[in-house]
């Protein structure tokens, strides 16, 4: 387990060749993938996001992190890793800001997450869409301008209208948006910050 320690402290410390050599030795001790992922990988972007949760790491670290856990996760396939759920995740149309989204998907993806990301400027339809087609058990929305908050209410109701509504929860996020918005537009959660967006994510996850 000393090496999972290693790997655990290497991203958090954001060295990346650090993070891929020693998943790679984790890798040929014999240790499974998921093992790798949830006690090394996983553990240490739950501890960046208590870090930047207590102002003790900022975006900068944030970003620096996410490349080690991105080498680590490198040397892994699809099949290797067993998600503990799939999610999409977009900034909403007519919004072109990805950075809070960028971050959200790499702590998702660290914390276990298959994450399909759809990028910006997505339409509801898009959405839809990517539930369609991936099995997808929540979505995130993130908005930074109060324009274009509208579209979170219709993505709502284009799932809905699809009948995908019942088993595809939505979670939003974004500077302009507030627990009373999610309430609104009958959103399943919301989150201020990527570390509380990966908990609420596992909470709306099916039991």
Do not use: W
Request: aromatic share 4%.
């Amino acid at each position: 387990m000393a090496v999972l320690e290693e790997l655990k402290e290497a991203i958090i410390s954001g060295k990346r060749d650090a993070a891929k050599e020693l998943t790679q030795k984790a890798l040929d001790g014999g240790m499974k993938p998921r093992e790798i992922v949830v006690d090394g990988i996983a553990a240490a972007m739950e501890v960046v996001g208590e870090k930047f949760r207590a102002n003790e790491f900022y975006v900068p670290e944030l970003l620096i992190a996410q490349r080690a856990m991105k080498q680590a996760l490198s040397l892994m396939s699809e099949e290797d890793v067993d998600h503990i759920g799939t999610e999409a995740i977009g900034t909403v149309k007519g919004d072109l800001h990805d950075i809070g989204k960028n971050l959200v998907a790499a702590m998702l993806e660290g914390a276990g997450f298959k994450v399909v990301d759809l990028g910006v400027d997505v339409s509801p339809d898009q959405f839809v869409k990517a539930v369609q087609e991936n099995s997808v058990n929540v979505i995130a929305m993130s908005a930074l301008l109060t324009t274009t908050m509208g579209s979170m209410r219709d993505t709502v109701a284009a799932l809905e209208t699809a009948g995908l509504r019942d088993k595809t929860r939505v979670l939003i996020g974004g500077a302009p948006v507030t627990q009373s918005y999610a309430d609104e537009i009958k959103a399943d959660g919301y989150a201020p910050d990527a570390a509380t967006a990966v908990e609420k994510a596992k909470a709306l996850l099916p039991a």
